[in-house]
Antibody
Framework: QITLKESGPTLVKPTQTLTLTCSFS??????????VGWIRQPPGKALEWLSL???????RYNSSLKSRLSITKDTSRNQVVLTMTNMDPTDSATYYC????????????WGQGTLVTVSS | QPVLTQPPSSSASPGESVRLTCTLP?????????IYWYQQKPGSPPRFLLY?????????GSGVPSRFSAYTDTSANTGILLISGVQSEDEADYFC????????FGGGTKLAVL
């Protein structure tokens, strides 16, 4: 059974850097084709894809946020870390990490998500 | 502004069939991409339902009932999620997605089961 869980601060101040950790089990991020992605969702709004890291270290970013995002993995600890710089109140959202399946372009399953509020 | 256009709301009575649409921009031809569908209930993360490329290339998520299916309308450049025999538990938000250079999502449709 694959599970993922996000952790990090619930409140950050404007201009600060957000660091979120995705801890997962039930799969290995060294297995060919596998990836872990990050998606966020402002309250009551649509999903927005942020970033993806593949088993081989290949990294992808949302082009509109690329300058602010960084994604890394620690395969031995089964963790993926996302950092987002220069946080703004409009970045307030639930942040999800999710398992990208080996042979498809979809995410299944997702973590429960962590709500991050940006406020002074 | 989501790239994929979904009507914000839809409704159906139990037992009816309902079609939820996802219109792609003209530069993303629906016949050239997998369309992914997710279901999200209040307070829960999205759940992968299924994907559709063609009648011979499609897939159902684990444990997803067969009453959920999909197809495309190439003339309207639209993907369609069909829920046959809607049940009260199907009341949720439904998001479509396409993988181009990266994943793009629709704005979501809130389905009410009346």
């Amino acid at each position: 059974q694959i599970t993922l869980k996000e952790s990090g601060p619930t409140l950050v101040k404007p201009t600060q850097t957000l660091t979120l950790t995705c801890s997962f089990s039930g799969f290995s991020l060294s297995a060919t084709g596998v990836g872990v992605g990050w998606i966020r969702q402002p309250p009551g709004k649509a999903l927005e894809w942020l970033s993806l890291i593949y088993w081989d270290g290949d990294k992808r970013y949302n082009s509109s946020l690329k300058s602010r995002l960084s994604i890394t993995k620690d395969t031995s600890r089964n963790q993926v870390v996302l950092t987002m710089t220069n946080m703004d109140p409009t970045d307030s959202a639930t942040y999800y990490c999710a398992h990208k399946v080996r042979s498809g372009g979809y995410y299944d399953p997702w973590g429960q998500g962590t709500l991050v509020t940006v406020s002074s | 502004q989501p790239v994929l256009t979904q009507p914000p709301s839809s409704s159906a009575s139990p037992g009816e069939s309902v079609r939820l649409t996802c219109t792609l921009p003209s530069d993303i031809p629906v016949g050239g991409y997998n369309i992914y569908w997710y279901q999200q209930k209040p307070g829960s993360p999205p759940r992968f339902l299924l994907y559709y490329f063609s009648d011979t290339d499609k897939g159902q998520g684990s444990g997803v009932p067969s009453r959920f299916s999909a197809y495309t309308d190439t003339s309207a450049n639209t993907g369609i999620l069909l829920i046959s025999g809607v049940q009260s538990e199907d009341e949720a938000d439904y998001f479509c997605a396409v993988w181009t250079r990266h994943v793009v999502f629709g704005g979501g449709t809130k389905l009410a089961v009346l």
